[in-house]
T-cell receptor
């Protein structure tokens, strides 16, 4: 039931773009995206809800394909501060979004 | 409000001892969650409270784990007879849910790191 994230790791130069994918085998109600820096708590980036509603970060965009049970996070013109591990958390369809199942994460490194 | 507060931040204990972690959520948040995170993994759901009611507990959680949220404010997570496999970061989070135009985001604390020797 754990969503699968890809790639596992990506290295960018400042200013480059990246896409992180999250795929689930179960029907989803919501997808959350969080970023965690080493030794710190995860920080909310965005939530995508079934039906197309999105709430979150102004400079980061994401998509949610309900039929394919997939979400993608788009990081454009990356900055050094984007470095960290990105987690998607999925909320199951038919249940409350309170119980999120997180993927294993994607480690993003942005170099100067 | 300074966010979600957890203590202790670090706990080293011997196998078989009991440990208790405390979480103080953001004051107006009615939802409180406990997650566990090990190295290289995403947070794993343990349990969820809405106000003082514990609405769900992970089936992966053994009977050695218990959580409370008296009066719907702070919460405690107790682990009895600790085992080496309990070593992990224990994360608490709180939220308002999605109603009323809220984002539903989880606000995480910085965690309590448990090492069982």
């Amino acid at each position: 039931q754990q969503p699968v994230q890809s790639p596992q790791a990506v290295i960018l130069r400042e200013g480059e773009d990246a896409v992180i994918n999250c795929s689930s085998s179960k029907a989803l109600y919501s997808v959350h995206w969080y970023r965690q820096k080493h030794g710190e708590a995860p920080v909310f980036l965005m939530i995508l809800l079934k039906g197309g509603e999105q709430k979150g970060h102004e400079k980061i965009s994401a998509s949610f394909n309900e039929k394919k049970q997939q979400s993608s996070l788009y990081l454009t013109a990356s900055q050094l501060s984007y470095s960290g591990t990105y987690f998607c958390g999925t909320g199951r369809s038919g249940g409350s979004n309170y119980k999120l199942t997180f993927g294993k994460g994607t480690l993003l490194t942005v170099n100067p | 409000d300074t966010g979600v507060s957890q203590n202790p931040r670090h706990k080293i204990t011997k196998r078989g001892q009991n440990v208790t972690f405390r979480c103080d959520p953001i004051s107006e948040h009615n939802r409180l969650y406990w997650y566990r995170q090990t190295l290289g993994q995403g947070p794993e759901f343990l349990t969820y409270f809405q106000n003082e009611a514990q609405l769900e507990k992970s089936r992966l959680l053994s009977d050695r784990f218990s959580a409370e949220r008296p009066k719907g404010s702070f919460s405690t997570l107790e682990i009895q007879r600790t085992e080496q496999g309990d070593s992990a970061m224990y994360l608490c989070a709180s939220s308002l849910g999605l109603a009323g135009g809220n984002t539903g985001e989880l606000f995480f604390g910085e965690g309590s790191r448990l090492t069982v020797l």
